[in-house]
Each structure stands twice: as structure tokens, then as C-alpha cells.
């Protein structure tokens, strides 16, 4: 099985920071990542898909990086409504999560 | 404007069965994939099961093969679950999603129904 690694798991920002979250595989998965976002109560939402590709409606502060085994998701400049938690999903083979990072107010 | 339903949640004893169900609208229903993701309380996401546009090709997460079966009804634009078996674990919030921009990718997902085993 494909494990991810998501760092870090909590992550505190400021409105209009940069913010960089990671995402490893435990091997390589060539560039077949997606991103979602999730707010409490909520169903996720696809950000990214294939490591950097933007999902139609998704604003363009949000990108995405990375090959083989590492990723980022980058914010560019963090809003109010961004506040929520991230996970990367690979689907190269079968599909896995990783833990979430939580992105909180400083 | 894409909608998907689901429904069959609940509380059941351990070992007992349940059968969810996923109602869809604004999109061709039989020309997508479509999936199943759990979400225990305050964890993360955990992807259980999947299948193809024609139910021909079917996976399974290790962690339900053998106690779950997917199945969809391409003429009602219906996705469903059936859950045998419950366990503890599996007390979570059952989301179905429809298949994204690529294969794999999923970029609609229903509003959950919440399983609980107990």
C-alpha cells in the first residue's frame, strides 16, 4: 500500500501569509495527487489534481508542485476562507489520504 | 448543477447491516465513476470503495473487502452501499463522490450520512 505523509499536521497563519504545506509518498507516484480542502461539517473540495493542475472555480492563490514522492500545496497569500483543513490523495494505485493539515489562526 | 444525496445512515449494533444509498442529479450519471469515502469522527478521510462507469471494474479498501458491496443502478442514477458485518471502526461519516477531471480525482461529493456501530 501507498502511505501519506502530510507535514505539518497543524499549521497556525496570519490573513495574507504564504503558506506551504508538503506531502510525501512512501514511494513514487509519479505526478497523481490531488488536493482537497475540508471545512468542518463539510464534504472535501478538489483543489489540484495532477500535482498542479487548477480544478475549474478554484482561486489561483492556490498551487500545487512536486513529482515522484514529494509535493506542495502552496496558498499565496492566505484569505478568511482558506482557514480550514487540506489533504493530499494519490491515485496511481487505489486511493489514499493523507492525515490532513489544519491550517489555523494565528 | 451537480447533486448528490445520500441516505440509509444510522445506528446499528456491532455485526448488524446497513444500506446506503446515493442519489445523483445534473450529470450523466452512467458515464462516470463513482466512489465511497468514510470519515471517522475528528479523523481524516479514508477511501472504501470504488467503481466504474459500467460497474466493471470494482475495488475495495482492504479494511471492508469481503463485509461491504458497491453497486450502482445506471437507469435511477443511484449509487449504493451495502455494509455487512459492523464493526466499532466503522462508525463514520459515509460520503459518496462522483469521479473528478481525471480518473481518480473526485470533484463533487454528497453532503455524508453518518454511520454509527455501537
Redesign the interface.
Known sequence: DIQMTQSPSTLSASVGDRVTITCRASQSIDIWLAWYQQKPGKAPKLLIYRASSLESGVPSRFSGSGSGTEFTLTISSLQPDDFATYYCQQYIRDWTFGQGTRVEVK | EVQLLESGGGLVQPGGSLRLSCVTSGFTFSNYAM?W?RQAPGK????IS?LSHNAGTI?Y??SVKGRFTISRDNSKNTLNLQLNSLRPEDTAVY?C?KE????????S????TLVTVS
Open positions: 466512489t469515502v481524516g478521510l479514508e477511501w470504488g475495488n479498501a482492504d460520503y463522490a473528478g477531471p481525471v480518473a481518480g480525482t473526485f470533484n461529493w454528497g453532503q455524508g
